[in-house]
């Protein structure tokens, strides 16, 4: 245990776990943004989504669990390879310039990553952590969406995960390993792809409710 305890600790063994976390959250934003895309189908639809991931019960909890922990080694994972960067390099270069690959995504992982961490919250306390008794989803969703500022803050966050995922997801391939030139120009316009996938997916579904309102 001690050979593993040693391995995860390292700087690979930190990346590796933001790696498989990461692309483990970019599948769940995948299944999560093709049940959220049925509220196009109307209430019905939407509610009977909603109906059948509670009829899952204990498995539902069980990927709770496990998106929890997920979470938890993301973040201070995340945070402590932040700060091990910033103590290996305390001071700024008299000229900032951009390095091969580096974008705007890379250059602001850490910050993206809070503000998404912000929002997760914010998100459960108005969606997952609400009183759904007498009530239907869809009428929760879109009575939190009648709000413009809701509209506007859900929005803005759909363009910061749109920012986090187009570095972290061919970032997360890099470090498993496939970082060949044939196949990390594939994985990073695939990057560029699922990330606006992401944001605009994601980003249109609060205007459009607002707009049926």
Known sequence: MNWLKQTL??????????????????????????????????????????????????????????????????????????????????????????????????????????VLLVFIIFHLINFHFVDKSNTTIYQIVSAAFENPLYVITYVLAMIVVALHVSHGFWSAFQTLGANHLKYMSFFMVLSIIFSLVVGFGFGLLPIYLWSLG
């Not at 976390?21 to 909603?50: E, M, P, Q």
């Not at 009829?55 to 069980?62: A, E, M, Q, R, V």
């Open 9 to 114: 600790w390292s700087s690979i063994g930190k990346k590796l776990m933001m790696a498989i976390t990461g692309l483990s959250f970019c599948a769940f934003l995948a299944g999560h943004l093709a049940g959220n895309l049925t509220i196009y189908g109307g209430k019905d639809a939407f509610n009977s989504y909603a109906q059948h991931l509670h009829s899952l019960g204990p498995l539902i909890t069980l990927a709770e669990l496990i998106l929890l922990a997920f979470a938890i080694i993301h973040v201070v994972t995340g945070l402590t390879l932040f700060y091990q960067n910033l103590r290996a390099r305390p001071g700024r270069y008299t000229v900032n310039k951009r390095g091969g690959g580096r974008t705007i995504g890379s250059a602001t992982m850490p910050y993206t990553g809070l």
